[in-house]
């Protein structure tokens, strides 16, 4: 019986409190969090059942054997790196860095390092079976791509928070946040890559709560094209009224189209000239890759924290040695960066811009 995983949290937000309840569900020890001050940090600890709020990040570091970092977008980059320079396997929130150079540099530090990024909504199984569909060839090839991730908690004027100030968050809001998980679900699912794409973004609200003149985008829509030659079009926004976490897949083959809801992941949808039908979540039914993760059987639904739960097994598996199928690593966290990148140069450019896959992004 190995002693388990001693776990650190940096972060005090309703991530920190996510990761806690995943890491928990892996038998981890929950050994301590940084928050925001030494006494946000114990407060936390108390909440969560966190045995220790640590004062700072050095003395958390030297206390367990895995980070997860849940800060804002602006500290990941220097919090991931602390801990891989320290030799620690790390699991950062998206984005994995809010400039493709800082993420350049975190994939360079984590050579030889188990280190993660949360994109879990690759871990519903019926995602994995969708996957599974198009790799086996049964949807065809692959022609066109829908996709959308609406929310409605930044609508009103009195939504603010740390991710309006680009300082903070990024020059990026909207797409870095919640486009990430969605053009990393179509790469992940097509088994395809975005080689170019055309965006516009806009910034509804100029002036919030708490900050003014604003730049960080509300929305972005987005036309892609791929390596295989199929369209995609993609809207993502978090002002939305009535939607509050809708992440929406369609991918038409030549042969099927397959459509994910994740506000609805005990189904999936596949389309068909004739006899389109809907999938359950049923491990029988399922591609082994997909029944792996179903926990519980066809009729007792699994949700969110199912899926992160999923990823952070995995991430804890792949410490211990093993190579789960689909763990998003940091280059995959790069790749979205990237692709962020592309779409806000491409809205301020008005042009096309190419996002061709490194080397070492080849094959999602
Ligand atoms: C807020 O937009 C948020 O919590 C994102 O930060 C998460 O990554 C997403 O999974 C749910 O919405």
């Known amino acids: 019986m190995t002693a388990p995983l001693r776990v650190g949290i940096l972060g005090g937000g309703f991530m920190a409190a996510v990761h806690s309840r995943a890491a928990r ?5 929950l050994t301590g969090i940084v928050a925001s001050s030494p006494e946000r940090s114990r407060q936390v600890a108390d909440e969560l059942g966190i ?18 970092v849940c800060t804002p977008n602006a500290l990941h980059a220097p919090q991931a790196l ?22 350049e540099s975190l994939v360079n ?28 060839g049964e949807a065809g090839r692959v022609l066109s791509i829908r996709g959308s991730y609406l929310q409605d908690w930044m609508l009103d004027s009195t939504d603010d928070n740390w991710r309006v100030n680009a300082a903070a968050g990024g020059r990026s809001r909207a797409f870095a946040d919640i486009g990430s998980h969605l053009i990393d679900l179509i790469e992940f699912v097509t088994g ?13 609200f ?59 992941p005990e189904t999936l949808w596949v389309g068909r000239r004739v006899g389109s039908l809907v999938v359950p979540r049923d491990a029988d039914q399922l591609a082994p890759d997909a029944a792996r993760l179903c926990t519980v059987p066809a009729g007792h639904p699994q949700g969110y924290q199912d899926a992160f739960n999923a ?3 995995d991430t804890y598996a ?47």
Request: net charge negative.
């Open 192 to 204: 395809d890559r975005v080689t170019r794409l055309a965006s516009t973004t806009r910034t509804f």
């Open 51 to 68: 045995e220790r709020g640590f004062d700072d990040v050095s003395a958390l570091i030297e206390n367990v054997d895995v980070v997860h």
């Open 109 to 136: 530090a984590a050579s030889g390092i188990v280190a993660t990024v949360p994109f879990v909504y690759r871990f519903h199984p019926l995602v994995r079976h969708a996957r599974a569909r198009i790799a086996s």
């Open 206 to 264: 100029g002036d919030r709560a708490e900050h003014t003149g604003i730049t960080t985008e509300d929305a972005a829509a987005v036309v892609l094209e791929t390596a295989g030659g199929a369209l995609g079009t993609l809207l993502v926004s978090q002002t939305a009224p009535g939607r509050k976490n809708a992440l929406t897949i369609e991918i038409a083959g030549s042969a099927e189209s397959i459509g994910f809801e994740q506000e609805h």
């Open 25 to 29: 569900a892996a038998r981890a020890q």
């Open 311 to 313: 990823f952070v097994s």
């Open 82 to 103: 602390a801990v891989l320079q320290a030799g620690l396997p790390v699991i950062c929130e998206k984005p994995l860095a809010t400039t493709v150079a800082d993420a």
């Open 318 to 364: 792949a410490i211990s040695g093993a190579s789960p199928e689909g763990l998003p690593r940091f280059d995959d966290g790069l790749r979205a960066v990237r692709l962020t990148d592309a779409v806000m140069n491409a809205a301020a450019s008005d042009a096309w811009v190419d996002v061709a896959p490194a080397a070492s992004e080849s094959h999602p």
